[in-house]
């Protein structure tokens, strides 16, 4: 059967519509609506009508960039109309498959007109009698292949690199179109034509951008990035440069892929981040290391992965960025006027303990001080206020302000929105090394204290490289190896000026998870938290499965809400193969998956083996808790971490952490091969997790930190 494509901008006359559907399915023709008018008010009538299936485009573009809002604001309605609807992957495919594509009203023809530069095989017209006629010929001539086709590969190679300047878009956008660029010949053309000798720069830049455009259409995606960044090399100009090499990074990273040419993007930013500081343009220059920032730190390439640059190896990594001078001038300690005070004798301490949005570990440092007849709290969310917010998280104002030496308004904004909380308080405690303690340290505390704490995600951020920790008076890690890591990456860590370091685990009640377990527990393999690709819960899967060779009485037990897809495409990928691995298994019962709970201590009674799965971690709270319920632990030694002088392995006792699979299998079947066996290794487990992270001896170093107390 034919396949029909019509797109629609207005709501089509219904009976007008069915009976043009009528025609098309009376020549044997399939149709297909894609709309971009509100197609749920008339759904109702239009399921009444023969079409093979109805799509709702993109209403507006809320969910592109401000450059592309931009650019719609400035163009005619039927191009707005396009860039709403381009990246809607049902109208692409349905438009690679349509032998027919039709507007069905003027603000529908560009679109359609671009859809079929995709598609030279597919006929293209405006309005139902033409797309009609042009059927009837086709299926006289016995085919659906289109008159205008493409350009010979030959001639094309012939000319290319002498006529590229003169070649027109609508040209260029068919010649570059998906059949060309799915073959290798086409694809290898196009590659040499963008690095050839003698284009001028705005045709070399217009036609890399079409390369790439039809590369990434015919599923080309690290094809398009060399299209890109090829061209970039061969473009004098260094802010041009660095914006195609930006776009070619930036189009493996939206496919989930880690960037082959990363180091030339980030140094193309840091480059023009250097010129523009040394000519005193201090807003231009934020703007381009903000960016090298971003690529640099991005979170396809250390956190939606199984590895990361970082972990491999962090010193050769960071070493591009802190040899610009941008951000040499960014990382320059401020330091203070004054020493933080020693805490009062006379009265209280006031404590402020912030962060943004994420509480996640303070619920128990609040409670305990909330009450404490030596300490008045109070708690800041800068998330729950507007302007606060704002200048958390503003990266860009930030640079340009250390950029600036501290005077543009930005640090005026800071100094005016958080000195009253810095003049009511003897110290803060800020969680999380983020955006917060970056905006923070910018302007000096005066004589209050400032404790900053860093559980692990911070690392593989941009955040600690923008804090100026020369005004933070104590740091908090909760792990030896993220400590290492951070002070191997961060020079203001290391040295005279750095600020005193601590190491104190999460605040967790542990008692309250010692809880009888079932003996069928014993089979039960658990896994707490499951919503992030660094969690692997692919390996636990492994696990289980070596296990359940021996004895199918093991299960595995998820406890946990699910990845996000829309975090990234790696991420969307990781959980697409999970799904597929855990389909069988939770048909079968191997698996089960209980979902987020607000009761963990209920849900550890029945899981008998805790795994960390996970391929790095700070200090792992569900394995903790896990093993304080009597659960023996099973820890692979995270890979982030692995052979390093601390990891995994010198955070906890021997034997919890295996070096694979197999050893993990191994294990299990080991301990409970008896019913004793598992219990007595659980109750040690348990008896070490309540006596070293237990609240009632980390609260005791709490005390310590905050008031001096042995």
């Known amino acids: 059967m034919t396949e029909v494509l019509f797109v629609a901008t207005k709501r089509p006359e219904l009976g007008l519509l069915a009976d043009s559907v009528g025609k098309f399915r009376d020549r044997e023709a399939g149709v297909y609506l894609a709309g971009t008018f509100h197609v749920m008010a008339v759904e109702e009538e ?17 969910s592109r960039s401000s450059s592309v809002r931009r650019r719609a604001k400035a163009s005619p309605p039927g191009m707005r109309v396009w860039l709403q609807s381009q990246r809607d992957r049902w109208l692409r495919q349905r438009a690679l498959k349509a ?3 039709v507007a069905l009203d003027t603000g529908a023809v560009y679109t359609v007109w671009r ?26 001539q016995g085919t659906v292949a289109r008159q205008a086709t493409l350009p010979a590969l030959g001639a094309v190679a012939k000319d290319v690199r002498r006529s590229i300047d003169n070649i027109p878009a609508a040209m260029m956008r068919t010649a570059t179109a998906r059949p060309v660029m799915r073959s290798a010949l086409g694809a290898r053309l196009w590659r040499s034509a963008v690095s050839a000798p003698g284009v001028p720069v705005k045709a070399r830049v217009a036609a890399s951008r079409y390369v790439a455009e039809g590369m990434q259409w015919a599923g080309r995606t690290s094809g398009a990035a060399i299209a890109l960044t090829t061209a970039a090399s061969r473009i004098p100009d260094p802010a041009l440069r660095a914006e195609l090499l930006d776009e070619g990074v930036m189009t493996e990273i939206a496919r989930g892929i880690s960037p082959r040419d990363l180091p030339k993007a980030v140094g193309a930013r840091l480059a023009e981040a250097d010129e523009l500081y040394a000519k005193g343009d201090h807003e231009a220059a934020s703007e381009a290391l903000n960016r090298a920032l971003f690529l640099d730190f991005h979170r396809v390439l250390h956190i939606d992965q199984l590895s990361s640059p970082l972990a491999e190896d962090a010193e050769k990594y960071i070493k591009r960025l802190q040899s610009s001078t941008a951000f040499q001038a960014v990382a320059r300690p401020r330091g203070r006027k004054t020493p933080a005070a020693a805490p009062p004798a006379d009265r209280p301490l006031r404590l402020l303990v912030t962060t943004s949005a994420n509480a996640n570990f303070l619920h128990h440092v609040l409670s305990r001080y909330e009450d404490h007849p030596r300490v008045e709290l109070r708690y800041l969310d800068l998330a729950a206020q507007k302007w606060l917010k704002r200048i958390s998280w503003a990266a860009r104002l930030m640079l340009e302000d250390k950029l600036a030496d501290g005077t543009t308004d930005y640090q005026a904004d800071v100094e005016r929105l958080m000195r009253p909380y810095l003049d009511w308080a003897d110290t803060v405690f800020l969680d999380w090394s983020v955006g917060p303690a970056a905006m923070l340290t910018t302007i000096d505390p005066g004589d209050t204290r400032i404790v900053v704490r860093l559980h692990s995600y911070e690392a593989f951020t941009r955040w600690p490289h923008m804090t100026d920790f020369s005004r933070v008076d104590d740091l908090v890690f909760v792990a030896p190896h993220v400590r290492d890591l951070v002070t191997s990456l961060v020079p203001q860590l290391r040295g005279d000026g750095a600020p005193r370091t601590h190491l104190l685990d999460n605040a967790m009640e542990l008692s309250g998870f010692v809880r009888p377990k079932p003996a069928e527990a014993r089979f039960n393999l658990g896994l707490i938290g499951v919503s992030q690709v660094a969690k692997d819960p692919l ?9 359940r060779e021996h004895d199918e009485r093991y299960r595995l037990l998820l406890v946990g809400g ?19 691995e855990l389909a069988p298994l939770v048909e079968s019962g191997a698996v089960v998956r209980l979902g987020p709970t607000d009761d963990v201590p209920s849900a550890l009674t029945d899981i008998g083996v805790i795994l960390s799965s996970s391929v790095r971690e700070g200090c792992h709270v569900g394995l903790m808790e896990g093993a304080a319920s009597a659960a023996l632990p099973v820890v692979r030694d995270w890979p982030f971490y692995a052979g390093r ?7 906890y006792p021997e034997g919890w952490v295996v070096g694979s699979p197999e050893e993990a299998a191994q294990r299990i079947l080991d301990v409970t091969s008896t019913e004793e066996s598992w219990q007595k290794a659980g109750s040690l487990a348990s008896e070490h997790a309540v006596s070293a992270w237990d609240w009632s001896v980390v609260g005791k170093q709490f005390d310590g930190l905050f008031l001096d107390e042995a």
């Open 115 to 140: 859809l079929s530069q995709y598609n030279p095989a597919a006929e293209a017209h405006f309005g139902v009698s033409a797309a009609l006629t042009a059927l009837d010929k086709l299926r006289q």
């Open 539 to 547: 390996w636990a899967v492994d696990v289980l499965k070596r296990v």
């Open 46 to 62: 239009l399921s009444l009508i023969a079409l093979e299936g109805v799509h709702q485009l993109p209403r507006g573009l809320s």
């Open 99 to 101: 032998q027919v594509i």
């Open 645 to 651: 002088a601390n990891s995994a392995r010198t955070l």
């Open 562 to 580: 699910d990845m996000e897809p829309k975090t990234s495409k790696a991420t969307a990928d990781y959980r697409a193969l999970l799904e597929r």
